[in-house]
C-alpha cells in the first residue's frame, strides 16, 4: 500500500470514527444537552389540557372558514428524528410515537406559523414556546411512565413528566433551529382566526358580520332605511381593553347629547334604557359609527366574539374567556349589536347578575380549555344557549383526576344559584363507551370543533403505532409522518346531561385537515377540504354519512371549461357560506394579494406610495346539488390597492414594506394578510365583500356589479393624502388562464 492511499484510509477511518462519536453522544447525550439548554422553561402546575383550536362564524350566511393554506397539518419533523424521543411502554404496555403523541400541538404550531402573525402578532418565539407549553400538558394524557411495580404512582408520575419535559424542549429545540423558513411574516401570513385563548397577544383586531341593530325596529325604520341590511363591526382588543367600531355604518346620531335622563332616544328605549345613566350625559352627540368602548368584566383574557344565529335568526354576540391559564373558570358574556353600539358599562366589576350589567354575564368552571356556545333547539329561553366543552379534567368521586373524557355543559344564560351546591359548575357526562371514556384509539383533537344547533363535531386522529414490530420499527424511525385513521366524533346535545353519541371512523391523511363542514344542516355530514399539490389547489368532499368515508374531488369550472387554482389561492383562507334566500346557493370565496416590491430593489426609506394587488374569486352552485355537480366561477376581481401617505418609519401605516426587514409590517402588508368578509353591507346588490383596513377605519367593500360578474369598490379613495389615502381601482377577472397562475400583470386579468 503506497503512503498516499494509507494517509487516506487513516483520514476515511478518523472521519467514520468521529461520525459514529457524533452519533453516538447524539442519541446518548442529547438529552442531557437539551435540559441544559432550555433548563428554565415554563412548568406546568395545574392539570389542564392544551385548548384545542376553535373554530369562528364571521357572518350569518358563514358555514366555515378554511385555513391552513392547503398544506395539511401534523408534526412535520425531519424523517429519522423520531428515534432521539421517548418510547417507552406506558402502565398497558403501549407505546405513542413523538409525531402522534405531541400531534394536537404540532396543529396549533402549523397554524400559528401560517396565521399568527398577521391574526395575533405572534412571532416565531410566540408560536415555539406555546408548542413546548401544549407539548408538556399532553404528557398529563398520553402517558408513557412504563409497567414498572417496585416503585410508586407519585414516582412514576414524575419520571414520566420528567422524560416527556425532556421531550417538550427537544421539540422546541427544533423548532427554534429550523423554523425560521416555515414561520410566515408579514410578506406570507396571513389572517385566520384559531386561538380561543390568545393570552399572549399585545393586541389583535378581528370583524364580524350581524344584523344591522336598528334598520327593522318599529319607529326607526325609515330613519335607517338608507342602510344596508347587515353591518360590519370590528373590535379593536389591546390586552383585553376591548373597543368596537361600526365600520360601515353612516354617522347618524344614536343619542342627542342631554342633560336630562328622561330624553333617551328610540334606540336608547330598543335596547331597555328608558333613563339615561350618567355616563351618556354629555355635551356631545353618540353616533352610530364612533368607536366606543366594550365593558366586560376586568382581570380576565378576552379573546374574539363567537357569533351564534339562533333559530328566530337573531344574532348573539358571545365572548366566553378565562380567568387564567392555571383554571377552566370561565366568563361567559352575551350580547347583540345594538347594545355593545349603545350602552354596556356595569355597576360592579363582577361576572354575574351582580354586576347590573347591560349585557348577560354567568361565571361557571367549564372544565373545559376551549368551550364554545351552542343553541340548544327547544330549550326554555334560559337553557337555549349553553357553553360546551370536552373535559378530561373532572374530578372523580374521590376528588382525584381521573382524565377520562366527558362532555360539559352549562347554560350560558341562567344565573348560578348559590344555595346550590356546584351550581357554578357545568355538568360533565362521561362517554358511554370505555375506548372514548378513556381517550384510547381517539388520539389528538387537533381539528376545529364544528358548532350547529345542539350538536359538537369533533375530529380525533389515533395516536398509537402499529403493534406489528417490523412496521413498528420503521414508524420509529421517522416513517409515519403523516397520521391516517381517525374518528369523527358526533356530540348531539339536544339535552345537555345526557348526550348522545356517534362515532365514524375513516382512514384520511393528515394532508387533507383541516376538514371543514360545507352545509350548517345538523345531519349533512359533507365537509370541504383543500390541498396544495404540485402548484395547484384542489377542493375535495369527504361524506362522513358513507360508511367508508373518502376523499373526493371536487370540480370548478369557468367558461363552460374545468379549472384547477393555482396554490396561490389558497395562502388565505377560503370562505364556505350558504344563502339563506328561497334557493340557497354553497358558495366558496378565495382570495389572494400581492405586494408589488420589485425583486432585487432596495426599498426607498423616505417613499410615500405603495401598492398591493387583492383579487377575489366567486365559486358557487345549489345547496342541493348532488356531489358531483360543478362549482361555478360567478364572479372575480382583481383590485390595485394604492396607498399614499406621510412618511415615517416609525409608524407602520406610514411606511413601505421592505423585503429584507419582513416582520415590519405596512399598509399593502397589513393589507394583502387582512381578514375577508362575507354579506349584505353594500346596499341591495347581493353578497359585498369586505376586507378590514388596519390603517383606516372604512374597510375595502366590493359590490357586485351584476351580469358582468365583476366587483367595484363601494368608495374608490378614502384618507386623505397627508395622514393617508387609499385607492382602490378593480378589473373583472374573466380569463382561464389567470385564475390558473400566480399573480401575474395587469394584462392578464382580462
Known sequence: MSKLKAVLLWCLKAVLFSAALALVVAIFGHRAAIDAVYKN????????????????????EIVSTIGGSGEGMNCSLPPGLDIFFDSSEDAAGKRHLVRQRFRQACVFHDLCYRHGLATYGYNQNDCDR??????????????????????????????????????????????????????????????????????RSNGFTVARVVDHPFKFVDGLKAKYAGESDQVIL???????????????????ILQKWTRLPEEASDEMKSVGITSLPQALLTNQDLKLSATGPVWLPPRRRHGAPHLLIDGTGKNHLIWVSRNNPE?????????????????????????????RSPLKMVEVDMFSTSPLPVEIPGAPAEDSIVATGLSAQKLSAQKKADHSLSFCAKSAIRPVNRSVKNDDQANCIAFPDEETSSGKGLGAFQNFAVVRPGQ?????????????PLKYLWQWMGGNAYSTSGVMLIVDAAAPTAPKLR???????????????????????????????????????????????????????????????????????????????????????????????????SVDPNANVETVRLETLVLERDAAAPPDKPFLVTGGASCTVKYTFKANQDYPCHRTFDPNRPMRSSPAAKMQASQVLIGHFAG???????????????????????????????????????????????????????????????????
Not at 234 to 252: G, H, K, M, Y
Not at 336 to 348: C, G, H, I, S, V
Request: hydrophobic share 35%; aromatic share 8%; glycine share 6%.
Open 503 to 601: 362515532i365514524v371512523p375513516f382512514d384520511i391523511p393528515d394532508l387533507f385537515d383541516p376538514m371543514m363542514p360545507i352545509s350548517r344542516t345538523k345531519d349533512d355530514l359533507r365537509f370541504l377540504s383543500l390541498r396544495t399539490s404540485d402548484e395547484k389547489v384542489g377542493v375535495h368532499i369527504i361524506d362522513f354519512a358513507k360508511n367508508d368515508p373518502g376523499v373526493e374531488d371536487v370540480n370548478l369550472t369557468m367558461n363552460g371549461t374545468n379549472i384547477r387554482l393555482d396554490k396561490s389561492w389558497a395562502f388565505r383562507p377560503v370562505q364556505v357560506l350558504e344563502t339563506r334566500d328561497a334557493n340557497p346557493k354553497t358558495k366558496l370565496v378565495f382570495s389572494r394579494g400581492k405586494i408589488a416590491v420589485e425583486p432585487g430593489k
Open 684 to 750: 341591495g346588490d347581493g353578497h359585498g365583500i369586505a376586507f378590514p383596513d388596519a390603517c383606516l377605519k372604512e374597510p375595502i367593500v366590493l359590490r357586485p356589479t351584476g351580469g358582468a360578474g365583476g366587483f367595484v369598490p363601494a368608495k374608490q379613495t378614502v384618507g386623505v393624502k397627508t395622514n393617508v389615502e387609499r385607492d382602490v381601482v378593480c378589473k373583472p377577472i374573466s380569463t382561464n388562464a389567470y385564475v390558473a397562475n400566480a399573480m401575474g400583470g395587469e394584462a392578464s386579468r382580462d
Open 327 to 355: 383554571n377552566t373558570i370561565s366568563c361567559i358574556v352575551l350580547a347583540d349589536a345594538a347594545k355593545l353600539l349603545t350602552y354596556t358599562l356595569p355597576q360592579r366589576d363582577f361576572c354575574n347578575e351582580g354586576a
Open 456 to 468: 359538537q363535531i369533533f375530529f380525533a386522529r389515533d395516536m398509537r403505532p402499529s403493534e406489528a
Open 130 to 199: 406555546v408548542l413546548q407549553n401544549q407539548a408538556f400538558r399532553l404528557c398529563l394524557y398520553v402517558r408513557n411512565d412504563g409497567p414498572q411495580k417496585d416503585v410508586s404512582d407519585a414516582e412514576r408520575n414524575a419520571r414520566n413528566a420528567e422524560r416527556c419535559q425532556t421531550d417538550s424542549k427537544m421539540i422546541l429545540a427544533g423548532v427554534s433551529l429550523g423554523g425560521h423558513k416555515p414561520y410566515r411574516a408579514w410578506d406570507r401570513s396571513t389572517f385566520f382566526e384559531f386561538e380561543s385563548d390568545p393570552s
Open 234 to 252: 370590528t373590535f379593536i382588543n389591546n390586552r383585553s381593553n376591548l373597543a368596537v367600531t361600526c365600520a360601515t355604518c353612516q354617522d347618524l
Open 41 to 60: 422553561v415554563e412548568d406546568i402546575l395545574d392539570g389542564e389540557m392544551p385548548p384545542t383550536v376553535v373554530s369562528f362564524q364571521s357572518g350569518p
